[in-house]
Every structure is written in structure tokens, then in C-alpha cells.
T-cell receptor
Framework: AQSVSQHNHHVILSEAASLELGCNYS??????LFWYVQYPGQHLQLLLK??????LVKGIKGFEAEFIKSKFSFNLRKPSVQWSDTAEYFC??????????????FGTGTRLTIIP | GAGVSQSPSNKVTEKGKDVELRCDPI?????LYWYRQSLGQGLEFLIY????????KSGLPSDRFSAERTGGSVSTLTIQRTQQEDSAVYLC???????????????FGPGTRLTVT
């Protein structure tokens, strides 16, 4: 079975600070990886995704994530955060050998608060 | 274009009553999922529909939960004899299938917040 761990439950940063949110997964095969964001009062939106190829993926709003297979990690980064980045961030994994059930397994989320 | 829509946005019900939650996926999306988000927890998979295939019900927490998808489009999640632990936000997602690869991302609706009193 696949699982996802997000160890940072709540992160508080000042504007312009750099951000890194941790995500580790457990799965014995090839994976697809995702970061979703949920802004206050809004629904989940896809931030970025990794299917294959270059392990450094770039998403919307200046976010990027790096897939490190040896560490089973897919950490989210942004060099300079803005107040508008305040949201909840969810890491998710899909095992590609699960073809036939394409469900996502999510982490418990990290709440990010940016102080102006 | 229009995204995934869900109704109602909020539902308050008494313990023991049945509820129905509705999901309208993005037009043309063949896959539809239901997830549940409980307070302080991540999203928990409930059920998955893909085209005309039999649904994957492996995430349904009990036999009080059921779902159907009519005509390959709209889906209804039904919870019978609701319990307080059923209180959560129920999210629906849909996805297309990329030709040739089977790879795709999921697009989420706004959710239905269910409160069982």
C-alpha cells in the first residue's frame, strides 16, 4: 500500500522568505507525484505534477518540486513567498502499477501562513 | 470552461437520516472519484468510476456508503443512517485520459460539507 508523510503541519514565514515543504512517500514501484493547494475558501487546485523525465518540475506561481527517488521525497520549494501563498498544501502520490485504480493517496497537509 | 460542481455546498442532517451528495464532473472526463476530508486529516479515497468499468469501492468505510454514476456523467454518493463520524467534507474529482499514455491529473470540485448532529 502507498502512503504519504508531510511532517510540517503548520509553517509560518515572513514575506520574501524561502519555502521548502517536505513530502515523503512509501511505495515499492513507479509513482506519479502531485502537489495540490487549497487557498482559504477555495477548492483544491493542482500546483504541479511529476510523471516522468526531469525530476525538477516547475508549477504555477513560481513553485517547483524535486523528485529524489533514492529518498522517496518530493519536496515543494519557492524562493520567495508572498502573502497570497497562505494556504494549505497537500502532497499526493499515485502508484502507476495501480492501473485500474487511479486513486491518489494524500498526505495530511501543511498549513502555510505568510506574515506580511 | 466549467469545472467540477457539487451540491449541496453544505448539508446538516440528524443522526440516523440518509443523505445524498451530488457531483457533476467536467464534461468529457471519463474518470470520477469521491474523497473525504475529515478535520485535521488528509483526503481519504472512497470510490472510483472509470467509464463503463465496474467501480472500485475499496475505500468505502462501511456498507452504509454507496455511490452510483448514471450515464457516465453525474454521480451521487449516498450515506444511509448517518453517524456523527460521517461529518466531513466530501470532495469529488474528475479526470480525462490522455490518449496513448493513460496519464492524467484530477480536477476537484468545491466539496460538500456534511455535518451530522
Amino acid at each position: 500500500a502507498q502512503s504519504v508523510s508531510q511532517h510540517n503541519h503548520h509553517v509560518i514565514l515572513s514575506e520574501a522568505a524561502s519555502l521548502e515543504l517536505g513530502c515523503n512517500y512509501s511505495y515499492g514501484g513507479t509513482v506519479n507525484l502531485f502537489w495540490y493547494v487549497q487557498y482559504p475558501g477555495q477548492h483544491l487546485q493542482l500546483l504541479l505534477k511529476y510523471f516522468s523525465g526531469d525530476p525538477l518540475v516547475k508549477g504555477i506561481k513560481g513553485f517547483e518540486a524535486e523528485f529524489i527517488k533514492s529518498k522517496f521525497s518530493f519536496n515543494l520549494r519557492k524562493p520567495s513567498v508572498q502573502w497570497s501563498d497562505t494556504a494549505e498544501y497537500f502532497c499526493a502520490v499515485r502508484g502507476t502499477s495501480n492501473f485500474g485504480n487511479e486513486k491518489l493517496t494524500f498526505g495530511t497537509g501543511t498549513r502555510l501562513t505568510i506574515i506580511p | 470552461g466549467a469545472g467540477v460542481s457539487q451540491s449541496p455546498s453544505n448539508k446538516v442532517t440528524e443522526k440516523g437520516k440518509d443523505v445524498e451528495l451530488r457531483c457533476d464532473p467536467i464534461s468529457g472526463h471519463t474518470a470520477l472519484y469521491w474523497y473525504r476530508q475529515s478535520l485535521g486529516q488528509g483526503l481519504e479515497f472512497l470510490i472510483y468510476f472509470q467509464g463503463n468499468s465496474a467501480p472500485d469501492k475499496s475505500g468505502l468505510p462501511s456498507d452504509r456508503f454507496s455511490a452510483e454514476r448514471t450515464g457516465g456523467s453525474v454521480s451521487t454518493l449516498t450515506i444511509q443512517r448517518t453517524q456523527q463520524e460521517d461529518s466531513a467534507v466530501y470532495l469529488c474529482a474528475s479526470s480525462p485520459r490522455r490518449p496513448g499514455t493513460g496519464l492524467y491529473e484530477q480536477y476537484f470540485g468545491p466539496g460538500t460539507r456534511l455535518t451530522v448532529t
